[in-house]
Structure formats: structure tokens, C-alpha cells
């Protein structure tokens, strides 16, 4: 397959931040780019070449989306399969539809990285409530039950403890097919990326060390202070993840490390991450960067990362008082400040990030988290 050198038009299915991303480096890099979605000025489309809005379901419009470019990548996983059919064998697709049969159901994705010799946390099918509490009894009374389709960033989910109303839980959360998995006693989250191009080629971004809020990626940071054998082990995961899913494009690994030093992992992306972020500004390529060269056949480097750095996440809470103080944020020495370009700043959304770049990660990660306490009150102190 003969590359596709700037000049090209890529298409992004979805057409939230990661997209906008996405397109910024693209167009940085001399492609045009079209952006699909059913939303209108989107934080993706503002930025585009062209921004056709449509169903996923609307074939014709699809048809006449996949005359207009030379690739079409996604942005995020829950985009219908039949839709990357309907492009397939009209315009280059990256990743193909049979990257998201497996990874935008829970379950059919923990069968596939088990297949692949891949630790993963105990898990069962709950498909009715005898299910649920046969699930209980098999993967034991502590656990997370989530939907086997659509849930990101904590939707689509609930803790089970000792005790609980299992077969309630599972009607909470509509009575859907969901999987009950084992909780896990972890000593750390964290996340690994690879990309692959077209021939096999693939590059890997190490494994970032991510602290939640609310079910919410709050900060990552590298690097991950993990053992040079840790890190490569993650690596190394997120490779063959990458290999036996014939991946064209991203593929970020959530991955837990047990309290015994074990690789478990939690879930796949096929897409940029949020918590690889932090690669624009500490980086010697983004993932943004990755992804193109990659749907492209471009070449995949070596990913260097010059000096430590952390990213904090910007939700709609920021905005709660009002207006946030950039100007205090960004006394904070190097620092970046990314907004998405969304309108409504609501509590949870994800509205933009900072990065800091340091000597150390943990001055990274504290030079970050002091930029955005200093959004909320203008007599916040920076850390130096």
C-alpha cells in the first residue's frame, strides 16, 4: 500500500477533542481534513477543512464522505461498525471494523486478550439476574458490573461489594448484557500506546502512570516511575495487543499492575488517550502525530521524551465560580494550556488540559496540579 503523503484529505469519524487534535496535526503536517459527525460546530469541525454533519446510519451521506478523502480514522470506539463497513472497500479505513467488533464490547475484548495469553482481571457474562449472582459466586463478592457496550469515564457501571443487591444492580443499569469482572487490588493504573502502520510497522509510547476522580482521568504522569522491566513488559503488551488486532492506527492499553507485580488489563482504546496527552508538548512526537503517520504508512520513529512531564484534566467543575484565572495558571513555569472549544462547561465534561513539562515527574506533576488550583483564586502559589 503506497503511502499517503501530505497533500492527501483524511476523514475522522466522531468529532470531539480528540478529533480537534487529531486535526490540528494533520493540518500542521499539510493534509486536509473532513470531519463526520451528527454534531454540528463541533470542537473538531470549527477546525476542519469541512465538517459534514449525518447519522452514522446514513449510508448515502457516508458514500458521498468516503468519495471526498483518501483515509478515514475514528476519534472514539462507540461509532458503529456498519459504518466503517459501508466505507470499507471506498476509502482507505483505519482501523477496520473488526477492531471495533472487539473493542467497543467489554466482553468479546476480554476473551480476545486472554485468547492472546494476556493477563485480564476474572470476569463473567451477565446477561439476567440468575447471571448476576452466579457471576458473584464465580469471580467472588468484590467487583465492578458494567455494560458490555457504550460506558466510558465510570457511565455504564457500579462497584459490587460484599453484600450487595447484585441482580438489582444489574437492572440499575437497564438490564442489559454486562460483564461482572473481579476487583482488582492494584498497586497502580497506567496506560501504554502503540502505533502501526499498514505494513506492520509499530512504535510505542511507555506506559503513563493515571490517578482517576469520580471514574475520570484526573493526572498522568511521565515517566511512570516504574521499573525499567515493568516498562518494557508494558510495552511489550501493548504491542502484541497491537499485532494480533491487525490495528492500523492507535491503540492505547489500560493496564493495572497487581499489588504482586502483575500486568492486568482493563480495557482498549483505538484511538488517541487522554492520558497521552502530555506527548504535544513532551513528546518528540504526539500521538495526534502517530496517528497520521500511521493511517498514512508514513514512518513510525522512536518516541523520545526529552524531560518528565504531567497532564491534568480541565472538566466543567473549573468553571463553577465563574470564569477561570488563565492568567494565574499560566504563571506556572512551562506550562501549556489546551481548551476544546466546547460551549457548555458542565461538571464532568472534559473541557481542555494542561500540561507541564519539569526535571523530574514529580515536580512535573506538582507544577501541574499548583496551575490548576490557580484557575480557582487568583492568590493560589505556583510550585517552581
Known sequence: MSPLLPGATLG????????????MAARRMGYRVVVYSPDADSPAGTLADEEIVAGYEDEETLFRFADRVDAVTLEFENVPVAALRALEGRTRVAPGPSVLEITQHRLR?????????????????VASETDAIAAVEAVGPSGVLKTATLGYDGKGQSRVRPGDDVSGIWRSLGSVEA???????????????????????????????????????????YPAGLSPRQEQDARDISREIAERLDVVGLICVELFLTESGEWLVNELAPRPHNSKHWTIEGASISQFELQVRAICGLPLPEVVAPRP???????????????????EALKTPETALHLYGKRDPRAGRKMGHLTSLAETPEQAEARVRAARAALLSPKTSTAS
Open 179 to 221: 460483564i461482572y469482572e473481579a476487583f482488582v487490588p492494584f498497586a497502580g493504573e497506567y496506560s501504554a500506546l502503540a502505533a502501526r502502520g499498514p505494513a506492520g510497522e509499530i512504535a510505542t509510547v511507555g506506559p503513563t502512570r493515571n490517578e482517576h476522580s469520580h471514574h475520570i482521568l484526573d493526572v498522568s504522569v
Open 309 to 327: 512531564a504531567a497532564m491534568a484534566n480541565l472538566l466543567g467543575d473549573v468553571w463553577s465560580d465563574g470564569e477561570p484565572r488563565w492568567d
Open 109 to 125: 475484548e476480554k476473551e480476545f486478550v486472554r485468547s492472546c495469553g494476556i493477563g485480564v482481571p476474572a470476569f463473567a457474562r
Open 12 to 23: 475522522i469519524l466522531g468529532s470531539g477533542q480528540l478529533g480537534r487534535m487529531f486535526a
